[in-house]
């Protein structure tokens, strides 16, 4: 069943693929009675289940397909569910990395899928095209997870890279001249309002970090001054954006309350390489 490890959560049609294996290997496995039976079973789920393990697979699909993670889910549950499976990689894998777990993801398979390996013969038509119908859906949801494991290759710097003769994907990594790097255009943010700083900070974590460290953790007025002092702006203006945010007071004096300024930062924030959950 290790070929269906990413299916999971399809737990019937993995239970009806499971007993088709033993009932193959017990009539015509290495101990059948029968010595004429006695060959060795290949990867292909026996054909006589064929029609079973399919329409248990289209109904478990169209059932999780939107909401939970299995190879062939829809793209957006996929990019949702990256950054804890990947998180899981990492601490099941001592010193594996995004690559590592980009590489493991594209070992999987690109554009097929597993449960398609049957003998056409076995199936009626209906479900023949039904099958060709929810291929295709699984494809594209495959082809958008191929390009987005692109992008994050690329933000590790690597560039994802087709293999024509073997239909396969590798990576390799970038190649950047310290000429080019130094020609990088530098983006100033001086005209930022006090408020957009205020997010900044936040976003970043750093009023968090400050708040816990004396005498800031004592008084929100030390930090306001102390703030005065790294931005160029008035304490008693960055003071009421702190109680908003720190002590909760009036809410009407929130930075946050303009959901558009608060995405322009977190704009800026990836720009300059900050990750924003």
């Not at 816990?212 to 929100?220: D, G, Q, R, T």
Request: aromatic fraction near 12%.
């Amino acid at each position: 069943m290790e070929n269906y490890k990413h299916y999971t959560v399809l737990k019937e049609t993995l239970k009806i693929i499971s007993e088709s294996h033993e009932n193959w290997l017990s009539n015509h496995g290495p101990h059948s009675s029968d010595p004429n039976l006695n060959i060795k079973e290949n990867d292909q789920t026996p054909n006589i289940f064929a029609k079973e393990i399919q329409l248990s697979f289209f109904t478990e699909y169209d059932q999780y397909y939107k909401t939970d993670y299995f190879f062939g889910c829809s793209f957006d549950v996929y990019k949702n569910t990256y950054n804890k499976r990947l998180e899981d990689f990492k601490n099941e894998f001592i010193d594996a990395n995004e690559i590592s777990f980009i590489t493991d993801e594209l070992n999987e398979g690109i554009y097929s899928y597993k449960f398609k390996e049957f003998n056409t013969d076995y199936i009626d038509n209906d479900t023949i095209l039904r099958h060709e119908t929810l291929q295709k859906q699984i494809n594209n949801s495959l082809v958008k997870r191929v390009e987005y494991l692109s992008q994050r290759a690329k933000e590790n710097g690597f560039d994802l890279i087709y293999n024509k003769s073997s239909e396969t994907y590798s990576l390799e990594r970038i190649k950047q001249l310290l000429e080019v790097k130094k020609e990088e255009t530098l983006i100033d943010y001086d005209q930022s309002g006090i408020n957009e700083k205020i997010i900044a900070l936040n976003e970043a974590g750093v009023l968090d970090f400050l708040k816990n460290k004396e005498p800031f953790n004592l008084s929100v007025n030390s930090l306001a001054k102390y703030l005065s002092l790294c931005l160029g702006e008035k304490t008693s203006s960055i003071q009421s954006y702190l109680n908003a945010l720190l002590n909760k007071s009036d809410q009407s004096k929130s930075p946050y309350n303009s959901p558009k300024t608060v995405e322009k930062v977190k704009q800026k924030l990836i720009e300059i390489g900050l990750k924003i959950e």
